[in-house]
Nanobody
Framework: QVQLVESGGGLVQPGGSLRLSCAASGSIFRFNTMGWYRQAPGKQRELVVTMSSESRTNYADSVKGRFTISRDSAKNTVYLQMNSLKPEDTAVYYC??????????WGQGTPVTVSS
């Protein structure tokens, strides 16, 4: 069974930065794709960014140039560095992982609030 545990969310002022972490149980090389999604209040969950096992990335237009996904295979962890945060980035951020058998797993989410 795959477990994904996010951390790093919190309250930040507009223009600030946060780094989210997603720690996976076991090697992240098991996964075809890992990524981050977010869900704002009253809205559907949306893609933020995904990264394939070959390191191909797919960013939502709304975060390009501000957010960066990375991974540390030694720590089985994926990160989301978020810079120049805007109030519209406020959401619960979820880590996802898709196995090579196309099973999708989700973390419990970590809330991010961008407000002055």
């Amino acid at each position: 069974q795959v477990q994904l545990v996010e951390s790093g969310g919190g309250l930040v002022q507009p223009g600030g930065s946060l780094r989210l972490s997603c720690a996976a149980s076991g090697s992240i090389f098991r996964f075809n794709t890992m990524g981050w999604y977010r869900q704002a209040p009253g809205k559907q969950r949306e893609l933020v960014v995904t990264m394939s096992s070959e390191s191909r990335t797919n960013y939502a237009d709304s975060v390009k140039g501000r957010f960066t996904i990375s991974r540390d295979s030694a720590k089985n962890t994926v990160y989301l560095q978020m810079n120049s945060l805007k109030p519209e980035d406020t959401a619960v951020y979820y880590c996802s992982a898709v196995t090579r058998l196309y099973q999708t797993f989700w973390g419990q989410g970590t809330p991010v609030t961008v407000s002055s």
